[in-house]
């Protein structure tokens, strides 16, 4: 099956610096790759999303890359602010007739330093 | 809206008890999901509902079982519950057309002693 590796598992950065987490994925055949935002206490929350026909996609401050070839996707976060804080998750899935299941990585726990 | 609901908030059990823990979603969404969430590991898809009436197996479903009510209403059951079950639970829902977990509930923490 799939296996999702993220890295780092902690990331502290500068108020107003940049953030970048990383993800590699075993399966060839994944076309999905969603990020997830959860606050402490909270819910995940779909912030981001990218599938395998684009190499990027930018909301505002954030933005996701995907190398295909190498199989792997990251998260970028520019001009950070405190209420970036949170765990950040990667996941991927691939296609299977309207029954994709995703498999998350283990997580990132970003803390942005005022 | 009120989006993806979910109750209970928190509860124990004893090694042995059942319960239900119930999920609900006004965004008329087919799709709907059971994740548990154990610290290092991420979410780990239990059960998964296409579409009101069909079920399907996860990851980890073992211990486990679901009934799709109706559209509205997905609700997991614990049997016989283990310290191994103790985890948050998060239900889940999709807009038609996309099959993967895009609102999440507010999770159920349940602890087994």
């Known amino acids: 099956g799939e296996n999702v590796e993220q890295h780092p598992s902690t990331l502290s950065v500068q108020e107003g610096d940049s953030a970048v987490i990383k993800c590699t994925y075993s399966?060839?055949?994944?076309?999905?790759f969603p990020w997830y935002k959860q606050e402490l206490g909270k819910r995940p929350q779909l912030i981001i999303d990218?599938?395998?026909?684009?190499g990027e996609k930018k909301d505002q401050r954030i933005a996701v890359t995907l190398n295909k070839t190498a199989k792997h996707f990251s998260l970028h976060i520019t001009e950070t602010q405190p209420e970036d804080s949170a765990v950040y998750f990667c996941?991927?899935?691939?296609?299977?007739?309207?029954?994709?299941?995703?498999?998350f990585g283990t997580g990132t726990r970003l803390t942005i330093i005022p | 809206n009120a989006g993806v609901t979910q109750t209970p908030k928190f509860q124990v059990l004893k090694t042995g008890q059942s319960m239900t823990l119930q999920c609900a979603q006004d965004m008329n969404h087919n799709s709907m999901y059971w994740y548990r969430q154990d610290p290092g590991m991420g979410l780990r898809l239990i059960y998964y509902?296409?579409?009101?009436?069909?079920?399907d197996k996860g990851e980890v479903p073992n211990g486990y079982n679901v009934s799709r009510l109706n559209k509205r209403e997905f609700s997991l059951r614990l049997e016989s519950a283990a310290p191994s079950q103790t985890s948050v639970y998060f239900c889940a829902s999709s807009d038609p057309g996309t099959s993967v977990p895009q609102y999440f509930g507010p999770g159920t923490r349940l602890l087994v002693l």
């Open positions: 399966d060839s055949a994944s076309n999905y």
């Open positions: 990218i599938r395998s026909n684009v």
């Open positions: 509902s296409a579409s009101e009436g069909t079920t």
């Open positions: 996941a991927a899935s691939k296609p299977n007739f309207g029954n994709e299941k995703l498999t």
